[in-house]
Nanobody, 121 residues
Framework: QVQLAESGGGLVQPGGSLRLSCAAS????????MGWYRQAPGKERELVAD???????NYADSVKGRFTISGDQAKNTVYLQMNSLKPEDTAVYYC???????????????WGQGTQVTVSS
């Protein structure tokens, strides 16, 4: 069994910063991709950023230059540093990971429970 544990959400004023963390635990053979998605009320879930092989990053255009994703492969942990936050960044942020597990090391997609980020004055 694999679990993703998120932390770091909250309320912040426009222009402020937050840092999200997500740690994967359990029967893990290999973590291939870790990333963050978000879902605002009435909108579809969208990719914010992801990182693979510990160094290859990908960002949504809306967060480029403001958000930074990083990972600690030894700890199976991913971080999302969010700077210059805007009200439109308000959403539930979900950690997502592609992890190889089990006897045959098949890859499965896992999700965290979500953490609320609210940007408001």
């Amino acid at each position: 069994q694999v679990q993703l544990a998120e932390s770091g959400g909250g309320l912040v004023q426009p222009g402020g910063s937050l840092r999200l963390s997500c740690a994967a635990s359990g029967s893990i053979a290999r973590v291939n991709v870790m990333g963050w998605y978000r879902q605002a009320p009435g909108k579809e879930r969208e990719l914010v950023a992801d990182i693979r092989s510990g160094t290859i990053t990908n960002y949504a255009d809306s967060v480029k230059g403001r958000f930074t994703i990083s990972g600690d492969q030894a700890k199976n942990t991913v971080y999302l540093q969010m700077n210059s936050l805007k009200p439109e960044d308000t959403a539930v942020y979900y950690c997502q990971a592609n992890i190889q597990t089990g006897r045959f090391q098949n890859e499965y997609r896992y999700w965290g429970q979500g953490t609320q980020v609210t940007v408001s004055s």
